[in-house]
């Protein structure tokens, strides 16, 4: 299967996923700096994918997919109940539940709003509130657990992203130890490590 990345974009949740799941994956270059966003032969990415942002996976049937939350859960049942609860079972809900939250509530605060300095301070200042207010009820949560769910599921891939984001982009993590804690059990998961080193790399320093 093939994922259309950007190195350091949400896309590195999907790589999470297969990458725990032992798929390999063919990683394609999408320049989403370049407006419009280009692929390496030079090619518009709007063929790929009209809605013109990462990620988009490519199935082995050929069919595309896109959005980050169907994308994770397409991947986890590839072998159904090791990342994910099984779909019919009651906590496939909770980690819907989720996937929906760090979608909506903090991925699509980052992107676009922090990543972007032209919408101004007023617009970043009330984001990095909000997420901060996000990051207060996961500290909450991880309390006396290790990951979302008791046990790694795609949600924590999910959730790897905005953290992963958190200096960058100014939304300090220091008041939340068990986010901290979370991310440092994250980064030493062999999977995460390889995902993260293979979704870092651009055509250019691959060619280097
Ligand atoms: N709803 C989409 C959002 C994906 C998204 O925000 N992708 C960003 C990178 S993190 C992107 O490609 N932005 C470029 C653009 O919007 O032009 C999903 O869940 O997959």
């Known amino acids: 299967m093939k994922l259309y990345y ?29 407006d419009p966003h280009t692929l390496p032969d030079g090619s ?15 199935r082995e049937n050929g069919e595309p997919l896109s959005e980050v939350a169907a994308i994770l859960q397409y991947l986890a049942d590839r ?16 980690l819907q539940q989720w996937l ?17 300095p032209e919408v101004g301070e007023l617009a970043q200042e009330y984001a990095r509130s909000k997420i901060a207010n996000r990051y207060a009820f996961i500290d909450r949560h991880l309390a006396g657990r290790d990951y979302l769910l008791g046990t790694f599921t795609v949600a924590d891939a999910y959730l790897f992203v905005p953290v992963n984001w958190a200096a960058g982009a100014k939304t300090p993590l220091g008041d939340f130890p068990n986010i901290g804690a979370w991310f440092k059990r994250m980064k ?17 320093l691959l060619a280097a």
């Open 6 to 34: 950007h190195p350091w974009a949400c896309s590195l949740a999907p790589a999470i996923a297969a990458a725990e799941a032992g798929i390999a994956l063919d990683l394609v270059h999408v320049d989403i700096l370049k």
């Open 188 to 204: 030493a998961r062999p999977a995460v490590q390889d995902a993260f080193r293979a979704h870092s790399a651009t055509p250019k």
């Open 100 to 116: 929906t939250f760090i979608g909506t509530e903090l991925h699509k605060m980052y992107s676009p709003w922090l990543l972007h």
């Open 79 to 94: 072998e159904p109940g090791h990342l994910a609860p099984l779909p019919a079972a009651p906590e496939r809900i909770e």
């Open 44 to 58: 518009l990415y709007s063929a790929v994918n009209p809605r013109h942002y990462v990620p988009v996976l490519v």
